[in-house]
């Protein structure tokens, strides 16, 4: 991208994973429950973005077990999924430019849409299926929120301009 | 960064991918078939308590300042009525127990085996939001408290689910519209329409009358299966559990008939029901001793249990 961007503090990736973790289990009406976007994604896929160095997908899969324990879904489910999403985002970073609203976008649909797809496969085959389409839902509210909360996740780093050092 | 394929990343990556997707296949395996993994879960649940109850924190307070700052006359009202709830409780609580000493000592004549009580234990529903699609809370009561897989969670006097996994000090519940959930049920009103109908035939015909709730996994919705078409059933008739299967107590009232459908050549019926506990509103439940009681008490001399529950009379008595 051009800028040079570091972490704010040391840890600042697990604060902000912790951050999102806390966003999940915000207690909601179960109408907007229907629409809580995937935080904990969201999350590695803009540490995928900014600091494609610094993100350990071993983080991701832990972070996944953690989600299924929260959510009691079948140990192992979302620990796939979230190593799926680090995985595709760092391997679908060279070929967008990244600083596009337009590309984050596209990369975001694409990377969601499969955690997605893998989630409701496991769910299926385990015998809990949704059966709605409203199971969909998320990744708009995802896709919508994404600006707001890159904005707020912005916080936990410093991104200096290449001009800024003269 | 730490790896010995620091070389290459991109075949780091590849490899650690695979690596971990292989390992989530097989704990999902293994979750899925088997029980072994339950201890990991606990350990990941007991890790994860302190962040539920720091969420849980702030709603809690809230809750507490508003009653805190009620109104002074709204008190006394509440306070009021509930003091007259109570006597009114007292006052049944004593023919309960003339009622139920009488019973042990017809039980003891029939040389039949004593029916115990039930005990019960408050718990505080966690505010937290879980699984969009399953129907699951978390409470604050766990292994510490003696809960078990399993148990019956109550709702005043409605049920509210069952616990499903189980930590120190929480629990997860599975309420009763979680779509894994299913429990027998009887419908209540249709036997009382029957003894007042005149008809010698309808008020033999004792079949059929039964039900199975299944959860539907949307808010206090459940759904009566194999319900036939020629069912005496009517919008809201009361559904209550009736003790197949031995969970869940029988007599609690479970669920209210909200809408009835049938498309001519179908052996059943689509029955909706609506859960008499409403889900969003309740903060507190009960968690109830039935099974476990009546196997204790198995153990204990009926003559004891006499002797219990003469000594429980007196000193009610006493009071």
Redesign the interface.
């Known amino acids: 991208m051009g800028n040079s961007v570091s972490l704010r503090f040391t840890g600042a990736i697990i604060a902000s994973v912790i951050f999102s973790f806390l966003l999940l289990l915000l207690p909601l009406p179960d109408e907007w429950l229907l629409w809580r976007p995937e935080w904990i994604a969201l999350t590695f896929i803009y540490w995928c973005l900014k600091l494609p160095k610094k993100i350990s997908i071993v983080l991701a899969w832990i972070a996944g077990l953690f989600i299924d324990v929260f959510h009691g879904s079948i140990l192992g489910q979302h620990a796939l999924s979230m190593v799926i999403v680090v995985f595709m985002s760092l391997r679908l970073l060279p070929r967008l430019s990244i600083s596009i609203l337009w590309h984050q976008y596209a990369l975001i649909f694409l990377v969601l849409g499969t955690y997605l797809l893998i989630n409701l496969w496991i769910m299926a085959a385990t015998g809990s299926n949704p059966a709605t389409w409203q199971y969909w839902l998320t990744l708009f509210s995802s896709l919508l929120i994404w600006p707001l909360y890159s904005w707020v996740l912005s916080f936990f780093h410093i991104e200096r301009s290449r001009f800024d050092e003269f | 960064m730490n790896d010995i394929f620091d070389h290459n990343p991109q075949g780091s ?2 490899f ?2 695979i690596l ?2 292989s ?6 395996v293994f ?2 078939r088997d029980t072994i ?1 339950h201890p ?2 606990t350990t ?2 007991m890790i ?1 308590y302190p ?2 109850y ?2 849980n924190l702030p ?1 809690d307070t809230y809750d507490y300042l508003v009653d805190y700052f009620n109104e002074h006359s709204k008190m006394a009202a509440e306070n009021r009525q509930l003091r007259s709830t109570l006597d009114l409780y007292v006052a049944r609580n004593q023919k309960y127990h003339s009622i139920a000493s009488e019973n042990i000592r017809l039980r003891k004549q029939l040389n039949a085996i004593p029916k115990i009580g039930e005990e019960l234990l408050l718990a505080q529903v966690l ?8 129907r ?1 809370v978390t409470i604050n009561r766990g292994a510490n408290d003696h809960l078990y897989t399993g148990q019956v969670i109550l709702a005043g006097k409605n049920i509210y689910g069952q616990i ?2 189980i930590a120190p000090d929480s629990a ?1 519940v599975m309420q009763l519209t979680d ?2 959930h299913a429990i027998h049920v009887v419908n209540q009103t249709v036997l009382k329409r029957r003894e007042k109908s005149t008809d010698e035939e309808t008020k033999t015909k004792d079949q059929g009358r039964g039900a199975l709730a299944v959860g539907t ?1 949307k ?1 206090n919705l459940l759904e009566l299966r194999n319900i036939e078409a020629n069912m005496d059933i009517k919008k809201g008739d009361i559904y209550v559990s009736s003790g197949l299967g031995k969970l869940y107590p029988p007599g609690y009232p479970v669920a209210i008939v909200s809408s009835i459908e049938y498309n001519s050549g179908d052996s059943f019926m689509k029955v909706m029901a609506r859960t008499l506990t409403d889900f ?1 509103q309740t903060r507190e439940v009960l968690a109830i001793w039935h099974n476990k009681t009546m196997m204790d008490a198995n153990q204990e001399e009926p003559e004891s249990q006499l002797k219990k529950n003469k000594a429980n009379e007196k000193s009610t008595l006493k009071k």
Not at chain 2, 23 to 28: E, F, L, Y
Request: glycine share 4%; charged share 20%.
């Open positions: 990556l590849l650690k991918f971990l997707a390992i989530s296949a097989t704990v999902m979750d899925y993994l990991v879960r990941l649940t994860t962040f539920k720091a969420v709603f505010s937290v939001s879980g699984n969009t699609f399953r699951k499903d996994s997860e779509s894994d996994g808010t969003t």
